[in-house]
């Protein structure tokens, strides 16, 4: 997905309004996503490893769990209190808060990992920067979560899409829901970067279960509900709580999809 610049710095500043919410509203990722990610990249307990746009821990968590020692980099101040909190019982993660594309790393890190938020790294900086914080032969490893619809996959999300009209919300023309396994990757993208060869690409799908307060959290932790106007997400929330509240069992499910793209340092 392609971000203007105003925009994604505008959005991206809306996540640490979601600090209070992101840990228990967002999905976990696959374990195999990380078993997948260490098998490729080679890394051992103890490698150092960065990540970047950590948030509240989400995948920090699975990477200490590992063995690995983690320098979790979040710019957001509230999600950067957050991530401490959550990574209290890993000695071996520490939390700093900075901007990626400033900050100056001490020494070469084994891999660089972004968890749903690669995106939000100025495109301009952000191979370059990965390539001077990596030790020779090291790895950059990222993926974005995003929804994706089975074939005869819950028809909630296409039902509501007149009331994201209705608001002004609604998707670009010719957007498509790609399917599990359908989601374009990026190759292209680390190849013309110059700084990274791909090694590994490989895709992960799940499913969760909402209940419309889980939903709506859920909902409070994406950029572009966040941003909003207070009008706009009464009338939609109000809508999903309605429309769940007719379901017999009041649930929705939502499939996510993910991309692992796992690229070695060039030079």
């Not at 992960?204 to 409070?220: K, M, N, Q, S």
Request: charged share 25%.
């Amino acid at each position: 997905m392609s971000i203007a610049r105003d925009d994604r710095e505008r959005l991206a500043a809306t996540f640490d309004r979601a600090a209070g919410l992101y840990q228990r509203a967002r999905p976990e990722y696959p374990s195999g996503l990380f078993d997948r990610l260490v098998e490729v990249t080679g890394l051992t307990p103890g490698d150092r490893v960065l990540e970047v746009g950590a948030a509240t821990g989400k995948a920090t968590i699975p990477l200490a769990q590992r063995g690995l020692q983690v320098t979790a980099i979040e710019m957001g101040p509230n999600l950067a209190v957050a991530a401490r909190a959550n990574l209290a019982g890993h000695p071996n993660a520490e939390v700093i808060q900075a901007r990626f594309e400033d900050w100056d790393p001490p020494s070469p890190f084994d891999a660089v990992v972004a968890a749903t938020a690669w995106q939000w790294i100025d495109p301009t900086v952000r191979y370059q920067q990965a390539w001077r914080t990596l030790r020779p032969t090291g790895h950059l490893a990222f993926w974005d979560a995003v929804h994706v619809i089975p074939e005869g996959g819950d028809m909630f999300f296409a039902d509501i899409q007149d009331v994201y009209d209705e608001i002004g919300e609604s998707l670009p023309p010719g957007t498509i829901v790609p399917g599990p396994g359908d989601l374009p990757d990026r190759r292209g993208e680390i190849e013309a970067s110059g700084w990274f060869d791909v090694v590994d690409i490989c895709q992960f799908d799940w499913e969760r279960v909402y209940d419309a307060e889980g939903y709506i959290e859920l909902l409070d932790t994406f950029s572009g509900h966040i941003a909003m106007w207070p009008w706009q997400r009464d009338r939609l929330y109000g809508e999903v709580r309605r429309r769940l509240s007719a379901r017999e069992d009041g649930l929705l499910r939502r499939h996510w999809g993910v991309v692992l793209h796992v690229a070695r340092r060039r030079g």
